[in-house]
Nanobody
């Protein structure tokens, strides 16, 4: 079993920056494709960014391209999301998710087997 624990997040004014981090337990992290999702109140959980098992391939939803960066450190079992130029519409609970895969095509929540508990990101003036 793998457990994912998010940290970071918080509150920031529009235009500011925040980062969220996800720490995975276990020794198989380097076999996992990882992703970040977010869910705002009343909305469905949506894909934000994904990264392949070795960090070589990343992908983003259009609304965060150029502002968010996903990266991982397999030696530390972490995957991070750096968020810049934040907007009020980025406000949500952010979740990290993972599945054992050497592919990087997974985008839907049901395609991921492991989830963290979520961390709140609030962008407001």
């Amino acid at each position: 079993q793998v457990q994912l624990v998010e940290s970071g997040g918080g509150s920031v004014e529009p235009g500011g920056s925040l980062s969220v981090s996800c720490l995975a337990s276990g020794s198989t992290f380097n076999r996992f494709a990882m992703a970040w999702f977010r869910q705002a109140p009343g909305n469905e959980r949506e894909f934000v960014a994904a990264i392949s098992w070795n960090g070589a391939v990343t992908s983003y939803t259009d609304s965060v391209k150029g502002r968010f960066t996903i990266f991982r450190d397999n030696a530390k079992n972490t995957v991070d999301l750096q968020m810049n130029s934040l907007k009020p519409e980025d406000t949500a609970v952010y979740y990290c998710a993972g599945r054992i895969s050497y592919d990087n095509t997974w985008r839907a929540p049901h395609e991921f087997d492991y989830w963290g508990q979520g961390t709140q990101v609030t962008v407001s003036s």
